[in-house]
């Protein structure tokens, strides 16, 4: 990438000499100056801690509260019941959210490219879920469920696929 980057810089200021004689030497300084004052993320976490520690927890919540999961004793009403209940829910939706660009994030991010959709994707469930939520819409927070479930499942077996069968595992 730094090779690219200096050579993209050269055919800059290549193409800039003839007509910017002054400022020659600019587009160097700036880039890196640009690099060294960017903003700083800190991504010690990293991407299984996220998992486990911020985005696992918070979609628990979603799928234990939808009727998501059919146990022994059948189908049982999970959706909360409570102004307070339903606000829970939308802030566990809105963790979801984030963690959406927590994993986009330099540092995290494995790609540029399926990965940033798959992390797009976890946002956009989240916001789903958060809507339903707020207008306390049952079928609605389900197939915010539905689809979140389905993000996670595609983006590990994209780039885990080991996970995916922990998770069959866990569920038998
Ligand atoms: C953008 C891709 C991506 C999305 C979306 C994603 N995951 Fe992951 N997940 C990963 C990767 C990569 C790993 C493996 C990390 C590692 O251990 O190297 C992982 C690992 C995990 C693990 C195992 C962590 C461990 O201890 O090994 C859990 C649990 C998990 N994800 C839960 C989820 C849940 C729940 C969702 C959806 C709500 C989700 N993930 C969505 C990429 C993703």
Redesign the pocket.
Known sequence: MQNLASTLSKTTLILLAGSFLAACSAPDETETAMQAGGPAYNTSL???????LV??P???I?WDSGGWVLDASGYEELYPTTDEGWAYVRAQAAI?VE??NM??LPGR??DND???I??E??SE?GILAMEAAATQNEDDFFQAGAQ??S??????Q???P??NN??DESED
Do not use: K, P
Request: contains cysteine; hydrophobic residues 55%; proline residues 0%.
């Open positions: 990293d991407v299984t801690q996220l998992m486990n985005l696992e918070a979609s628990d979603l979801v963690a959406g994993l986009a991010a494995e399926a990965w940033l798959y992390a994707g976890l469930a979140l479930y993000v996670c499942t595609a983006c590990h994209a780039y885990n080991d996970i922990r998770f």
